[in-house]
């Protein structure tokens, strides 16, 4: 539902969520969530989903979606998961699924691969759209104080792709450095968006 133009007052929510979940736990640790969730959404800026649409106005949008989310057994070396949601988005309606799956290779090494789809359908100038996001990620322990973790991550919605690498060195107990890289891509030739490379140190001091 949507009720019109309004501003958010210095102490008025911009946003609140009201969720209830009912999961089903069984012998080999699979599991099977059930969700039903209500939001109202205060929009102060205007927002498109979908590009070559007019974006959404500002106001107040409340709207209420379910969900169904399987997760398999997590003692397995490859686990999958999987989930299914669908109902009212803003001033319109929302279907996705998504599917994921992890696997371990013990004891140095854990991968995985996730991708979501949402399929958006608006009222009258506001489009439609089907957007994807794909994500592998990999992490890998050298030794016991050594770990480099890589995520990417492909986003149709801003036609984008980023790459993250972390290298972490534990030199002592609780203190860590971090080196890490980011790079953001065009999907359309390619070229980069941004690009960072951070070094942080941590040392825990014991008093």
């Given amino acids: 539902m949507y009720n019109g133009?309004?501003?958010?007052?210095?102490?008025?929510?911009?946003?609140d969520k009201v969720l209830v979940n009912y999961n089903f736990t069984f012998k080999n640790t699979s599991k099977i969530d059930i969700k039903y969730t209500h939001e109202d959404i205060?929009?102060?800026f205007p927002f498109g989903f979908t590009e070559g649409y007019d974006p959404l106005?500002?106001?107040l949008y409340q709207f209420d979606y379910g969900e169904l989310q399987y997760q398999g057994d997590g003692r397995r070396l490859l686990q999958l998961q999987t989930g299914f949601s669908f109902g009212?988005?803003?001033?319109g309606y929302r279907?996705?699924?998504?599917v994921s799956a992890k696997y371990r290779v013990q004891p140095w090494g854990n991968f995985?691969?996730?991708f979501i789809e949402n399929n958006l359908v608006f009222p009258k100038n506001y489009g439609k759209g089907r957007l994807f996001l794909i994500s592998p990620k990999a992490e890998i322990n050298f030794s016991k104080n050594l770990f480099w973790t890589t995520f990417m991550q492909y986003n149709t919605q801003r036609d984008n792709f980023n790459i993250n690498s972390r290298l972490q060195w534990r030199y002592l107990p609780m203190?860590?450095?971090?080196l890490v890289y980011s790079d953001n891509y065009l999907v359309d030739n390619f070229g980069p968006r941004n690009r960072a490379f951070v070094i942080k140190l941590n040392y825990w001091l014991n008093l």
């Fill in 88 to 91: 009212q988005f803003y001033n």
């Fill in 95 to 98: 279907t996705g699924i998504s």
């Fill in 57 to 59: 106005p500002v106001g």
């Fill in 42 to 44: 205060n929009l102060l």
């Fill in 5 to 15: 133009d309004r501003t958010a007052t210095s102490l008025e929510l911009i946003q």
């Fill in 175 to 178: 203190s860590d450095l971090f």
């Fill in 112 to 114: 995985s691969l996730n």
